[in-house]
């Protein structure tokens, strides 16, 4: 079985109608439906051909009418899509994490592809333990390491079941005493302001919400949902404790994130210092030309009393 599995033996044929041959040519890899002349009817996944208004093909990729990202490109026009370019591209991003992890004595859980900044786009695969899977969210990586750590009691929330029972699954398969692991299953908003009002403290307080940010059009109510959510668990941050926020919307660039930030502590009266700032590591790479998906923001104060 070949690595390629064609929906359709033609191409869909696909034509801009705006300029961005530059910015395809530079290695930019997503064009969004609004800058394509026509959206051809074909199934999600239809193998593509991305033309210029003149009819010079530019790239070649995978067509999906009905998604916010209506192509994505796999080979440009000098490249053959084919089972060969996969596997090239495969064993480059393996290399890759060879280069970064071997010996495997820091860790054994790091992502081995990266989609789009491995040249696969829409692929992501994720090494846990050396064994490989396909992306969950919300596996509770947070809170086991947190308790490997040392930590005497972890309090895991979030509003999904399934969520919490990989968490809860998670922190067991770790050797963790269950004792030592609270899964709430209810709105952080909620369970924020229920512990403010109850006076609760925690040493190391971690957010890493979904992505509030979807579109551009989304960036103002986003960065409000930020703000709150932050303010409430500076609120919760014990004295001298540490707090970590964490975003991964693209359209919440870094400058944008670290006001939201300074915004939620002043909006919770808490003086923080940072500790550090962080976004993506070396197995999360991502094209020179295209800076949105430079997506994950992480930065850690120490509060003050």
């Not at 999600?44 to 003149?54: C, D, N, R, V």
Request: hydrophobic share 45%; glycine share 8%; aromatic share 8%.
């Amino acid at each position: 079985m070949g690595l390629i599995h064609l929906l359709n033996e033609k191409p869909v044929h696909l034509v801009l109608a705006k300029d961005r041959i530059r910015s395809v040519k530079r290695g930019h890899p997503w064009i969004f439906p609004e800058v394509l002349r026509e959206l051809p009817r074909a199934p999600a996944g239809s193998l593509a051909l991305l033309k210029t208004p003149e009819g010079e093909i530019l790239a070649k990729g995978y067509y999906d009418p009905a998604s916010k990202l209506a192509f994505r490109t796999f080979a440009l026009q000098k490249d053959k899509l084919d089972d060969a370019l996969v596997a090239g591209r495969l064993e480059r991003a393996m290399r890759l994490r060879a280069e970064l992890f071997e010996p495997y004595d820091r860790t054994n859980g790091f992502r081995l592809v990266n989609g789009e900044g491995d040249g696969l786009p829409g692929l992501v695969v994720d090494l846990y333990d050396k064994s490989a899977v396909m992306k969950l969210d919300g596996a509770g990586g947070f809170s086991v390491y947190a308790g490997v750590g040392g930590a005497s009691h972890v309090t895991t929330v979030d509003v999904g079941r399934a969520a919490l029972q990989y968490a809860t699954a998670n922190w067991k398969l770790n050797g963790l005493a269950p004792g030592d692991h609270v899964a709430a299953a209810v709105d952080a908003f909620e369970f924020l302001d229920a512990a403010s009002r109850a006076r609760e403290k925690w040493d190391v307080v971690i957010i890493d919400p979904p992505s509030f940010a979807p579109s551009k059009a989304a960036v103002e109510k986003a960065a409000a949902s930020y703000t709150r959510l932050f303010a409430a668990a500076a609120a919760v941050t014990a004295p001298y404790g540490t707090l970590a926020l964490a975003s991964c919307s693209s359209h919440i660039d870094p400058a944008m994130f670290m006001q939201i930030c300074e915004d939620a502590l002043g909006k919770a009266r808490r003086q923080g210092y940072v500790l550090s700032v962080a976004g993506q590591p070396a197995d999360h790479p991502f094209p020179a030309a295209a800076d949105e998906l430079r997506y994950l923001k992480f930065v850690t104060y120490r509060m003050e009393g």
